[in-house]
Nanobody
Framework: QLDLVESGGGLVQPGGSLRLSCVAS????????IGWFRQAPGKGREGVSC????????NYVDSVKGRFTISRDFAKNTVYLQMNSLKPEDTAVYYC???????????????????WGQGTQVTVSS
C-alpha cells in the first residue's frame, strides 16, 4: 500500500513560518514528482509548488514565490514545504500528492497525481 502523510501544520501568526513534511510509505519518492496543494474553506483546490521526479525541477505559483521552498530528503523519503512570511490568505488545508516518472512539473497541473495525502491544517491568524 502506498501512503503519503503530511504533518507540520498548525496555528501561526502573520509573518511566521512553518515547515510541512510529506512522508511516503510503501514506495521510494526518488522517481516520483511531488506536488503541494491547498484548499481554503469555500474555495477550490489550488496548486502551491511541485518538485519533479528526482528533484529535477521545482516550481511555485506566483503567490508563494520567494516565501515558500520545496525540498527533498531522499534518505528520509520526505518532501518538505518551508513556508515563511505567512499571510492570512495562506490559511488552508495543505495536501501533498505524488506521481511517478514525471520529470517536469507545474503547480497549475493537478490531474497527473495518483496518490494523495489526507492533509494538514495551516491557520495564519493573529
Amino acid at each position: 500500500q502506498l501512503d503519503l502523510v503530511e504533518s507540520g501544520g498548525g496555528l501561526v501568526q502573520p509573518g511566521g513560518s512553518l515547515r510541512l513534511s510529506c512522508v511516503a510509505s510503501g514506495f521510494g519518492l526518488d522517481n516520483y514528482a511531488i506536488g503541494w496543494f491547498r484548499q481554503a474553506p469555500g474555495k477550490g483546490r489550488e496548486g502551491v509548488s511541485c518538485s519533479s521526479s528526482r528533484g529535477a525541477n521545482t516550481n511555485y505559483v506566483d503567490s508563494v514565490k520567494g516565501r515558500f521552498t520545496i525540498s527533498r530528503d531522499f534518505a528520509k523519503n520526505t518532501v518538505y514545504l518551508q513556508m515563511n512570511s505567512l499571510k492570512p490568505e495562506d490559511t488552508a488545508v495543505y495536501y501533498c500528492a505524488a506521481t511517478e516518472n514525471h520529470y517536469y512539473c507545474s503547480p497549475y497541473v493537478h490531474g497527473v497525481y495518483d496518490y494523495w495525502g489526507q492533509g494538514t491544517q495551516v491557520t495564519v491568524s493573529s
